[in-house]
T-cell receptor, first 111, second 112 residues
Framework: GESVGLHLPTLSVQEGDNSIINCAYSNSASDYFIWYKQESGKGPQFIID?????DKRQGQRVTVLLNKTVKHLSLQIAATQPGDSAVYFC??????????FGAGTTVTVRA | SQTIHQWPATLVQPVGSPLSLECTVEGTSNPNLYWYRQAAGRGLQLLFYSVGIGQISSEVPQNLSASRPQDRQFILSSKKLLLSDSGFYLC???????????FGQGTRLTVV
């Protein structure tokens, strides 16, 4: 089965508010984590990544937090916009050839 | 720059017919290549991956097979499609182990 999962399958957020998407992983050997955004009918697009030697990384309007103690990963989106509506996946890589994906969280932005 | 091409974008095939989906990568050499399947409203299931020409690893026993006849070409095939093969098929490449994956635009397969 999948080794990476998500706490909530859907998230509805008011435009302008911050979004937090959570992900749990089970493989303590994983050393690289990625968040992807998938719009309807398209392939996943890279958002941000983080290595296991870090606990926080920031991008443009996005922040990824990694808590290795509880094997938890989160993606924070600041000032959520309508264009942020999509399915978000976390993925992990334990330095083998396979990238394992969680089930995804559907984010819907309310105007 | 590197690009990944996947075709066709949509495909409707009858049960029992064969399948061939092709994926090619440009601008890189010796990439790791992957086929994923995504059922409606679900996550990505890894089907096959390849770390070199002629090398295929299968993750899930199924009605599908994969081949890598050239360094930057990855093909997903089936001799006889089942209804359960319907889904969104994604090809991806990774420059090296431990790096991010880059995805193609996907093929929407409907088996009728």
């Amino acid at each position: 089965g999948e080794s990476v999962g998500l706490h909530l399958p859907t998230l509805s957020v008011q435009e302008g508010d911050n979004s937090i998407i959570n992900c749990a992983y089970s493989n303590s050997a994983s050393d690289y984590f990625i968040w992807y955004k998938q719009e309807s009918g398209k392939g996943p697009q890279f958002i941000i990544d983080i290595r296991s030697n870090m606990d926080k990384r920031q991008g443009q309007r996005v922040t990824v937090l990694l808590n290795k103690t509880v094997k938890h990963l989160s993606l924070q989106i600041a000032a959520t916009q309508p264009g942020d509506s999509a399915v978000y996946f976390c993925a992990e890589n334990n330095n083998d050839y396979k990238l394992s994906f969680g089930a995804g969280t559907t984010v819907t932005v309310r105007a | 720059s590197q690009t990944i091409h996947q075709w066709p974008a949509t495909l409707v095939q009858p049960v029992g017919s064969p399948l061939s989906l092709e994926c090619t990568v440009e601008g890189t050499s010796n990439p790791n290549l992957y086929w994923y399947r995504q059922a409606a409203g679900r996550g990505l299931q890894l089907l096959f991956y390849s770390v070199g020409i002629g090398q295929i690893s299968s993750e899930v026993p199924q009605n599908l097979s994969a081949s890598r006849p050239q360094d930057r070409q990855f093909i997903l095939s089936s001799k006889k499609l089942l209804l359960s093969d319907s889904g969104f098929y994604l090809c991806a490449w990774v420059p090296f182990s431990g790096a991010e994956a880059f995805f193609g635009q996907g093929t929407r397969l409907t088996v009728v």
